[in-house]
């Protein structure tokens, strides 16, 4: 019996027709809201980049987006409650570097971040900002540490546990000596409204939360974690100027699917958000809080989470960090 070899392409053909309309019609079905499950509390970078994200993806996928937070734990409630969460396309986790800290820093974070999530795209990057409180005496991130050489652990805010500027504060402790004790808060907002009442004389967070007490004068930003000026803060010193460069880092907020999503959902969501964060009225949001638009393939964005994790094994073994669980 003869077969015709056009068949087998035809029928490849047909089943890629069906994905996609099975894909489109999932993803693209205004009957079905999508949601972005941040892991801070309002107010902070990572809640304000994921609504200017979704208001205007919402309108170019024509779908409602709803933001939904969900703190605590560092951001282990939120993750936790994504990767547990059917991998249709609907979920989705708005986190930071928490992502590849928490593993390594907690005994039992409750999730693997590479085998549970699929990485969608990073949305936003920026630096963490050391600032403190006018009245505290301190001018410089180097007055900074011999004054908390000379009295009892300074006590720190950040925007929670496993944070990127946690581990600016811890790195700080390991490298350089200082004696700070770190205050957990649910998010930047929080933490940063402590330092501004006075409550705390520290707060590493992000541009985003301490941008406009900076500009106010109700906050003094000593320096920024990133090894060139940030756009946003040209005039503020970094961590690599002032001689710890061992302690830069970047900042990100990225969107993670459950493992199993569908790849044609996760290229559809990465290529609409690029898009998205690229375009010249999200842009111009993103920079007023002082971000920059994100970059790079799902693929890309998965590589750096797995370099990360690298990084982050090593200074949590060199800084002895604890979790209280």
Same mark, same amino acid.
């Given at each position: 019996?003869?077969?015709?070899?056009?068949?087998?392409?035809?029928?490849?053909?047909?089943?890629?027709?069906?994905?996609?309309?099975?894909?489109?019609?999932?993803?693209?079905?205004?009957?079905?809201?999508?949601?972005?499950?941040?892991?801070?509390?309002?107010?902070?970078?990572?809640?304000?980049?994921?609504?200017?994200?979704?208001?205007?993806? +919402?309108?170019?996928?024509?779908?409602?987006?709803?933001?939904?937070?969900?703190?605590?734990?560092?951001?282990?409630?939120?993750?936790?409650?994504?990767?547990?969460?059917?991998?249709?396309?609907?979920?989705?986790?708005?986190?930071?570097?928490?992502?590849?800290?928490?593993?390594?820093?907690?005994?039992? $974070?409750?999730?693997?971040?590479?085998?549970?999530?699929?990485?969608?795209?990073?949305?936003?990057?920026?630096?963490?900002?050391?600032?403190?409180?006018?009245?505290?005496? +301190?001018?410089?991130? $180097?007055?900074?540490?011999?004054?908390?050489?000379?009295?009892? @652990?300074?006590?720190?805010?950040?925007?929670?546990?496993?944070? $990127?500027?946690?581990?600016?504060?811890?790195?700080?402790?390991?490298? +350089?000596?200082?004696?700070?004790?770190?205050?957990?808060?649910?998010?930047?907002?929080?933490?940063?409204?402590? +330092?501004?009442?006075?409550?705390?004389?520290?707060?590493?967070?992000?541009?985003?939360?301490?941008?406009?007490?900076?500009?106010?004068?109700?906050?003094?930003?000593?320096?920024?974690?990133?090894?060139?000026?940030?756009?946003?803060? @040209?005039?503020?010193?970094?961590?690599? /100027?002032?001689?710890?460069?061992?302690?830069?880092? /970047?900042?990100?907020?990225?969107?993670?699917?459950?493992?199993?999503?569908?790849?044609?959902?996760? /290229?559809?969501?990465?290529?609409?958000?690029?898009?998205?964060?690229?375009?010249?009225?999200?842009?111009?949001?993103?920079?007023?809080?002082?971000?920059?638009?994100?970059?790079?393939?799902?693929?890309?964005?998965?590589?750096?989470?797995?370099? /990360?994790?690298?990084?982050?094994?090593?200074?949590?073994?060199?800084?002895?960090?604890?979790?209280?669980?």
């Amino acid at each position: 019996m003869l077969i015709d070899k056009k068949i087998p392409k035809i029928i490849l053909f047909l089943i890629g027709s069906i994905i996609s309309v099975c894909v489109n019609s999932q993803v693209n079905s205004p009957q079905k809201p999508i949601k972005f499950v941040v892991i801070t509390a309002a107010g902070g970078g990572g809640d304000q980049s994921a609504r200017i994200v979704a208001d205007q993806l +919402a309108i170019k996928l024509n779908r409602t987006i709803i933001v939904e937070n969900k703190p605590g734990a560092g951001g282990n409630i939120a993750t936790q409650f994504v990767a547990q969460s059917p991998p249709d396309g609907l979920t989705f986790l708005v986190t930071s570097n928490n992502h590849t800290i928490n593993p390594v820093l907690y005994k039992n $974070a409750g999730y693997d971040a590479v085998n549970d999530f699929v990485p969608v795209v990073q949305m936003i990057r920026g630096p963490s900002v050391i600032a403190v409180h006018p009245d505290f005496p +301190a001018q410089s991130v $180097a007055d900074l540490i011999t004054i908390s050489k000379n009295k009892s @652990p300074i006590p720190f805010g950040s925007i929670g546990l496993g944070s $990127a500027a946690h581990l600016v504060g811890e790195c700080l402790k390991a490298v +350089a000596g200082a004696k700070f004790e770190h205050v957990n808060y649910k998010g930047g907002a929080p933490a940063v409204a402590d +330092a501004v009442a006075g409550h705390i004389g520290l707060v590493i967070s992000s541009t985003a939360s301490t941008g406009q007490f900076i500009k106010s004068g109700k906050l003094r930003a000593l320096g920024v974690s990133t090894t060139e000026r940030w756009p946003s803060t @040209p005039t503020i010193l970094t961590l690599q /100027e002032m001689g710890y460069g061992e302690c830069t880092s /970047e900042a990100w907020i990225g969107l993670f699917a459950p493992r199993g999503t569908p790849q044609a959902i996760v /290229e559809m969501m990465n290529k609409e958000i690029l898009g998205v964060i690229n375009s010249p009225v999200t842009t111009e949001k993103i920079i007023s809080i002082g971000y920059l638009p994100g970059t790079g393939s799902s693929l890309a964005f998965g590589n750096l989470i797995k370099k /990360e994790i690298s990084q982050v094994t090593q200074l949590v073994r060199q800084s002895k960090i604890q979790v209280q669980e």
